[in-house]
């Protein structure tokens, strides 16, 4: 783990002076976004009845993101997360989601580029929801797993002209089923968690606009 950490290090040292070197982001930009999930639960359920809850372990993913800036401080774009695997709690049954989603962030108030607080709104589907083999390996054979809605809500603070630091509330959800001919099951997952997310926004294009107008002016 160490050795992961201190060959990152420069990479992340990188994309901060590359990123704070970004003089304007108005106009279109791209984030690239490491996130770390903090603890959370995922729920079962039968036909939508309860049927259990687990506690999961905390994990990372990273992911990328596109923007076009619109009227009122407000960008919109659409993004794709990788989760790396994690684990229901205290067992080796881990799993991940990557989602594609449609992305918008509002800065109701405007104040100076290096310190502007915003909301951020995703949601989309979970084009992959994987299992390892302990977590598809059930009595009734080895279950297929199929993604589902994912929704994100959240507040953060874009400063440094363009590093944005958010923390989201994250729902994912999927199915779980599995038959052997004699025994079904068919169970809908659904994975809540709080994400805090780390991005370094890239400018594409930056065309001349009214100070104030949108999320990354001045």
């Known amino acids: 783990m160490k050795i992961k950490l201190l060959l990152f290090l420069p990479v992340l040292m990188a994309l901060v002076c590359s990123a704070s070197a970004q003089a304007d982001l108005n106009g279109d930009m791209m984030v690239i976004r490491a996130n770390l999930d903090l603890s959370g639960v995922q729920d079962y359920y039968d036909q939508g009845y309860f049927v259990s809850t687990y506690n999961t372990d905390q994990g990372y993913g990273v992911g990328l993101e596109f923007y076009h800036s619109f009227l009122f401080r407000s960008t919109a774009g659409f993004g794709i997360r990788y989760e790396l695997e994690r684990a229901l709690s205290g067992t080796n049954y881990k799993y991940r989601f990557v989602p594609v989603y449609f992305t918008a962030m509002f800065a109701?108030?405007?104040?100076?580029?290096?310190?502007?607080?915003?909301?951020?709104?995703?949601?989309?589907?979970?084009?992959?929801?994987?299992?390892?083999?302990?977590?598809?390996?059930?009595?009734?054979?080895?279950?297929?797993?199929?993604?589902?809605?994912?929704?994100?809500f959240g507040v953060g603070i874009k400063f440094m002209d363009s590093i944005f630091i958010d923390l989201m509330s994250t729902s994912y959800s999927g199915t779980f089923s599995a038959s052997n001919g004699v025994t079904y099951i068919n169970e809908t997952i659904r994975d809540y968690k709080v994400c805090l997310n780390l991005g370094f926004a890239f400018q594409i294009y930056s065309p001349e606009v009214n100070p104030g107008n949108n999320i990354n002016d001045r």
């Open 108 to 152: 109701p108030f405007y104040n100076p580029r290096d310190f502007l607080p915003y909301f951020k709104f995703e949601t989309g589907f979970n084009v992959l929801f994987l299992g390892n083999n302990d977590f598809n390996t059930t009595a009734s054979g080895t279950a297929t797993t199929n993604g589902g809605l994912y929704f994100a």
